[in-house]
């Protein structure tokens, strides 16, 4: 975000629309919008993301999938939810990292398909309304694929794919970081990443 000198506009970039708002400081009032380039329809996995971070999705909007599993992965903390059918039970948030290869799912091991969990997730943990068939599907395409399963850094060095990043300089002797992704390289399937 960024204001002008007098402090009467702020520019947001948002996040999930490619675009920029422009808010009158005063009134808290949107004054306009900036596109940044084409608005293409968005992709399942795309939708799917939108939902992920959607408190909406939860009892009077208490949270979204990314408070317990912030950016597809843990907080690694106990929660006591009904997913298991029981209270007094507490677990430990699972990642969400690789989770496309790794059914049946829940600690009991009683989720046999991903998409059941989804549902059990939003009806029992988040004690959310019964999401449409659209909705579960739209989300387990976002977070059992590569998108949640890395960093969201931007684009930038670190990454291990080695990418000349314009106006970067590198040091012959940085290594990229092993856990780290750029945004090109999350879009892309592993296989075809530069080792
Ligand atoms: C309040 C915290 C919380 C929220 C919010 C939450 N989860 Fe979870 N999630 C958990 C816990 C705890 C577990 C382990 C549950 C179990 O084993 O019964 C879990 C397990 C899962 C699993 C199974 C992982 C595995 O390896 O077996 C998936 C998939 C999942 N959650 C997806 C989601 C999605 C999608 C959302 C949003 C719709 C969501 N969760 C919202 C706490 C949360």
Not at 60 to 68: K, L, P, V, Y
Not at 70 to 93: A, E, M, V, Y
Request: glycine share 8%; with cysteine; charged share 20%.
């Amino acid at each position: 975000m960024l204001a002008t000198a007098d402090g009467q506009r702020a520019y947001v970039a948002n996040t999930f629309s490619d675009s920029i708002s422009i808010v009158d400081v005063a009134s808290a009032k949107i004054a306009g919008q900036i596109a940044l380039g084409m608005q293409p329809p968005l992709s399942k996995a795309e939708r799917g993301e939108l939902l992920f971070y959607d408190a909406r999705l939860s009892h009077d909007g208490w949270f979204s999938c990314h408070t317990c599993h912030p950016d597809g992965h843990t907080t690694s903390l106990l929660n006591d939810n009904q997913s298991d059918g029981s209270f007094g039970t507490p677990k430990r948030i699972l990642t969400l990292r690789g989770v496309g290869d790794t059914g049946p799912w829940a600690w009991n091991g009683s989720m046999p398909d991903l998409e059941r969990q989804v549902r059990t997730s939003i009806e029992k943990t988040m004690q959310g309304t019964k999401p449409t068939s659209e909705q579960v599907s739209d989300l387990t395409a976002f977070f059992a694929n590569a998108a949640a399963a890395a960093s969201r850094r931007p684009a930038g060095p670190g990454c291990r794919c080695r990418r000349r990043w314009l106006g970067v300089k590198r040091s012959s002797r940085s290594k990229p970081a092993s856990n780290v992704m750029c945004r090109p390289c999350i879009r892309r399937p592993r296989r075809m990443m530069s080792a």
